[in-house]
């Protein structure tokens, strides 16, 4: 499978972005998004299960990132912090999304720089 996402950039804090993934090849039962800020681990954000039911949310950021999937895997983020900073990065496993946390899924996107100066 490849994953390639997009969508990453530089925002205020308070403000909004949506990061977009596009996936091809084998399908996957979920697929979701896992953030690196620097100088730390990775970290699960989210994850959603194929047909964009059964959502599933890091609890640093319920409530104001939502992940949605059609044709492609978005997270919608809003009220970003600072903290939020990071390279997030698509991922696609074969467990269900509510699995997620702790995991390493088996693929996984090159990355995106979000910024969030405060």
């Known amino acids: 499978v490849e994953l390639v996402e997009s969508g990453g950039g530089l925002v205020q804090a308070g403000g909004s972005l949506t990061l977009s993934c596009r996936d091809s090849g084998r399908p996957f039962t979920s697929y979701g998004w896992f953030r690196q800020p620097p100088g730390m681990e990775r970290e699960f954000v989210a994850a959603i299960r194929w047909n964009g039911n059964e959502p599933y949310y890091a609890e640093s950021v319920k409530g104001r990132f939502t992940i949605t999937r059609e044709s492609t895997t978005n997270l919608q983020m809003k009220d970003l912090k600072p903290e939020d900073t990071g390279v997030y990065y698509c991922?696609?496993?074969?467990?269900?999304?509510?699995?997620?946390?702790?995991?390493?899924?088996?693929?996984w996107g090159q990355g995106t720089q979000v910024t969030v100066s405060s």
């Open positions: 991922a696609a496993d074969p467990a269900t999304s509510r699995n997620w946390n702790g995991l390493r899924p088996r693929a």
